[in-house]
């Protein structure tokens, strides 16, 4: 997560700008031994085939982030490509949950119809776009995208590369400001499109899937138990045991 000092003024745009704050950042830098960077983790029932022929040249599923919207509403004025944001079952519970004014997610069944329709629309797109907001956090799309069968196209979280995404290899680093150009590239090169969804689905399973973190919280149990554990670490998509003298250094 990202420490406020670092982001730039857009976070201002956010509807939900007064909620953030760097809290968490900061009570993990003071506690780094006894904090487990856990990150999103897709389980292998999640993972969809990836469609030959999508219904849409792409998608943007999920909140409304300012950089999304600015997408969406660019892909609405060009008219060039088949894209959704959202499908119409979708759109009318978000209706009813404005007009109510509430929260349809505390419904276990409305979660499970809305998972449902992410997924397929996902599925059924050659491209999604998403990005973690002007906060640039590492939300959920980021590891559902090349789960669910489409290429990744994202504005980059903080310290993505830590997490294994590398920018044309398993994902497109994108934004408003050249998503079209880079849109009509992959439509055009289908085949390398298709060579980064593999490897993206690749770091998926191996690094942040339900059995990748059963052999990780398996690793950490048994260094705890030794009384050898002294911090991990994400750099370039593993998870580093950090070493005692390491942690001594810093401290002094």
């Known amino acids: 997560m990202a420490p406020s000092a670092s982001l730039n003024l857009g976070q201002n745009k956010e509807n939900f700008k007064t909620q953030a704050s760097s809290n968490y950042h900061e009570a993990f830098e003071k506690r780094k031994k006894d904090v487990i960077p856990m990150t999103f983790f897709i389980h292998e029932d999640e993972f969809m085939d990836v469609k030959a022929s999508p219904k849409y040249d792409i998608s943007v599923p999920g909140a409304l982030y300012y950089e999304r919207i600015k997408v969406f509403n660019l892909l609405e004025k060009i008219k060039k490509f088949r894209y959704i944001r959202t499908n119409l079952i979708l759109q009318n519970i978000e209706r009813i949950e404005s007009l109510l004014k509430t929260d349809f997610n505390r419904n276990k069944w409305v979660i499970k119809v809305r998972n449902y329709l992410f997924r397929n629309l996902i599925n059924n797109s050659f491209v999604s ?124």
């Open 129 to 252: 776009f998403t990005d973690g907001s002007q906060f640039a956090y590492p939300v959920r799309k980021f590891f559902e995208i090349p789960a669910f069968g489409s290429l990744l196209f994202a504005v980059p979280f903080y310290n993505h590369e830590k997490l294994g995404f590398k920018d044309g290899v398993n994902f497109i680093a994108a934004s408003s400001d050249n998503i079209i150009e880079k849109l009509e590239y992959f439509l055009q090169h289908k085949a390398k499109a298709l060579e980064i969804i593999v490897h993206s689905r690749r770091l998926i399973k191996e690094t942040h899937s339900f059995e990748a973190w059963k052999a990780n919280f398996s690793k950490i149990w048994s260094a705890i138990k030794a009384d050898d554990f002294y911090g991990i670490e994400w750099e370039d998509g593993d998870l580093k045991f950090m070493d005692k003298e390491v942690i001594k250094e810093e401290k002094e």
